[in-house]
């Protein structure tokens, strides 16, 4: 083979291998060489070196001092996680718009938060972290992260805490679960709009201190790096949107096709179940992450159970409050 065509032909297999690279990087992490006494070191939107250098300190510290290796490192705690097999724990953080997951030997940290798409609990009675929940209790799934009144709050669909006849809420109590227990206790409803807006929504605390972050992204799980919300999209008919819920898991994707009839909520093409409630509904992301604030999953219609959802704008307005969103890296 000329030595010419030789040399094109390898650039443009190395070209071919970058891109590839490139476009996994939606949705997906880049897995990494190990460093530290890390067994997993991934990243997204970011480069390999710069991972490797957190897993490296990371390695140094011990696991009750990781938060503060990831901020001196410039990077905001997500989460940690026990792995499926109990012997080591997952991190995860933030930085712009990039994500890091590095896995560790040992046990996890109490580093834990708010994010959209993360399991609720809503209970009458007192819930206690690490003990089984009461009974009566329901599960439902975390949205955006919003402020109001100068402090930060979490919005989930309103019909999880329910109404009592005298328009007081009936689970007033709410935590972020880990299954099978109660995980966070978060506190009690702050705002319920059922009660006198006729609005499916409501606003719980978010917990708060160095161990407990709350985020501006939907959490997607360990393997996956989460989605940015960068701020807010109308439910026009036929956008392509998505969700995630606690039963149907994350991503559930589809159109906006209708209005439900009497209360002219925007209806998908997407099904949804019992769990789903109160999960983000977001923008189709794009290639860089981001996504945009759509509603709340709020009910199923008819016998596709299709997935329909109270828009953000009435509620923010309702509640006099911003969204929370993901600054530009």
Same mark, same amino acid.
């Given at each position: 083979?000329?030595?010419?065509?030789?040399?094109?032909?390898?650039?443009?297999?190395?070209?071919?291998?970058?891109?590839?690279? %490139?476009?996994?990087?939606?949705?997906?992490?880049?897995?990494?060489?190990? %460093?530290?006494?890390?067994?997993?070191?991934?990243?997204?939107?970011?480069?390999? &070196?710069?991972?490797?250098?957190?897993? $490296?300190? @990371?390695?140094?510290?011990?696991?009750?001092?990781?938060?503060?290796?990831?901020?001196?490192?410039?990077?905001?705690?997500?989460?940690?996680?026990?792995?499926?097999? +109990?012997?080591?724990? &997952?991190?995860?953080?933030?930085?712009?718009?990039?994500?890091?997951?590095?896995?560790? !030997?040992?046990?996890?940290?109490?580093?834990?938060?708010?994010?959209?798409? *993360?399991?609720?609990?809503?209970?009458?009675? $007192?819930?206690?972290?690490?003990? !089984?929940?009461?009974?009566?209790?329901?599960?439902?799934?975390?949205?955006?992260?919003?402020?109001?009144?100068?402090? @930060? +709050?979490?919005?989930? %669909?309103?019909?999880?805490?329910?109404?009592?006849?005298?328009?007081?809420?009936?689970?007033?109590?709410?935590?972020?679960? *880990?299954?099978?227990?109660?995980?966070? /206790?978060?506190?009690?409803? *702050?705002?319920?709009?059922?009660?006198?807006?006729?609005?499916?929504?409501?606003?719980?605390?978010?917990?708060?201190?160095?161990?407990? !972050?709350?985020?501006?992204?939907? &959490?997607?799980? /360990?393997? *996956?790096?989460?989605?940015? /919300?960068?701020?807010?999209?109308?439910?026009?008919?036929?956008?392509?949107?998505?969700? %995630?819920?606690?039963?149907?898991?994350? &991503?559930?994707?589809?159109?906006?096709?209708?209005?439900?009839?009497?209360?002219?909520?925007?209806? $998908? $093409?997407?099904?949804?179940?019992? +769990?789903?409630?109160?999960?983000?509904?977001?923008?189709?992301?794009?290639?860089?992450?981001?996504?945009?604030?759509?509603?709340?999953?709020?009910? /199923?219609?008819?016998?596709?159970?299709?997935?329909?959802?109270?828009?953000?704008?009435?509620? @923010?307005?309702?509640?006099?409050?911003?969204?929370?969103?993901?600054?530009?890296?």
């Amino acid at each position: 083979m000329d030595a010419a065509i030789k040399t094109v032909l390898l650039a443009v297999a190395a070209l071919l291998v970058t891109t590839a690279t %490139a476009s996994a990087q939606l949705g997906e992490y880049t897995v990494c060489n190990k %460093a530290g006494d890390a067994t997993i070191v991934a990243v997204s939107v970011a480069t390999c &070196d710069e991972a490797g250098a957190v897993a $490296t300190a @990371l390695g140094a510290t011990p696991a009750e001092g990781s938060a503060a290796v990831l901020r001196t490192a410039g990077w905001a705690p997500l989460r940690a996680a026990a792995s499926q097999n +109990g012997d080591a724990y &997952d991190l995860t953080a933030t930085r712009g718009h990039a994500a890091l997951w590095i896995r560790r !030997p040992g046990a996890a940290p109490d580093l834990d938060g708010w994010a959209a798409g *993360r399991e609720l609990l809503f209970s009458r009675g $007192t819930l206690v972290g690490g003990q !089984p929940p009461p009974k009566g209790s329901v599960l439902c799934t975390s949205a955006f992260l919003i402020r109001l009144s100068g402090s @930060l +709050g979490g919005l989930s %669909a309103a019909h999880c805490g329910g109404v009592r006849s005298d328009r007081t809420t009936s689970r007033r109590n709410a935590a972020l679960r *880990r299954p099978p227990q109660p995980g966070i /206790v978060v506190g009690s409803v *702050r705002r319920n709009l059922a009660r006198t807006k006729q609005i499916d929504a409501l606003v719980l605390p978010v917990p708060s201190g160095p161990t407990r !972050p709350s985020s501006d992204v939907i &959490d997607r799980g /360990v393997p *996956r790096p989460p989605w940015f /919300v960068v701020g807010k999209a109308r439910p026009l008919l036929g956008r392509r949107v998505c969700y %995630a819920g606690r039963t149907s898991g994350v &991503d559930q994707c589809g159109r906006i096709i209708r209005s439900f009839p009497r209360t002219h909520l925007p209806c $998908t $093409t997407i099904t949804a179940r019992e +769990g789903d409630s109160g999960g983000p509904v977001y923008t189709a992301p794009l290639p860089d992450g981001t996504v945009r604030a759509v509603g709340i999953t709020t009910l /199923v219609y008819g016998l596709l159970q299709s997935m329909c959802f109270t828009p953000i704008d009435p509620v @923010l307005h309702a509640l006099h409050a911003t969204l929370v969103t993901s600054a530009a890296p």
